[in-house]
């Protein structure tokens, strides 16, 4: 499968940027958002099915607050936020709390997005320093997605940052086509007879 590539380079020291990858067989757009710096967001705008979706895909250091003033709706359709938000609170399995996380649980708690990620989801970081599982990356849906989705954790890809897969299950447009049909109460009988009767 083809895809299209997006990404932010970041100038931070000791961080590698984010890259967004849409299909080719899916019309979407990506543009980077700068309005929560130094926290790096890449906006998508995806049409799938006649539907359109937002996708942020987040990175916030780890010495950031990450202030999420840029969400400043009540009610989000079709949004998906996902990324490493560094937000640590006991509602996803820390012992702490930092800004981050309490900023990411007043969005829980005023918006209709959910964290889909609480303490007994499997941790998506093995911090080799300290010997530590944690979950620093999440996956917020808006709650119109909260009840037609799927969330894996993938296979170490070699590094020890584990993937998320989140799959939206939408139901299917289906297009039907009409089939031609004779009108025989519009047909001109007579006509037809004469026609018939010439030939």
Known sequence: MQYNLE??????????????????????????????QPTDILEATVWFQDRKYTI???????????????LNDIEFHQTILAGD???????????DHNKTGEALENISHTTN??????????PTL????HNTLSRLYLTILSSDLHHKHNIQMLDDIGSDHLPILTTLHQPCSRK??????????????SRLKKQLIIC
């Not at 997005?113 to 499997?122: M, N």
């Not at 093995?126 to 320093?129: Q, T």
Request: aromatic share 12%.
């Open 7 to 36: 990404t932010i380079l970041t100038v931070l020291p000791d961080t590698a940027g984010i890259v967004t990858y849409i299909r080719n067989d899916i019309h979407g757009e990506v543009k980077a958002n700068s309005v929560a």
């Open 56 to 70: 942020l895909n987040i990175y916030n250091p780890p010495t950031n607050n990450y202030n999420p003033a840029h």
């Open 85 to 95: 938000f560094n937000g640590h609170s006991p509602l996803w399995g820390y012992k």
């Open 113 to 122: 997005l959910i964290i889909l990620q609480d303490r007994d989801s499997p």
């Open 126 to 129: 093995l911090h080799r320093a």
């Open 176 to 189: 039907f086509e009409r089939k031609t049909r004779w009108n025989f109460k519009k047909a001109n009988w």
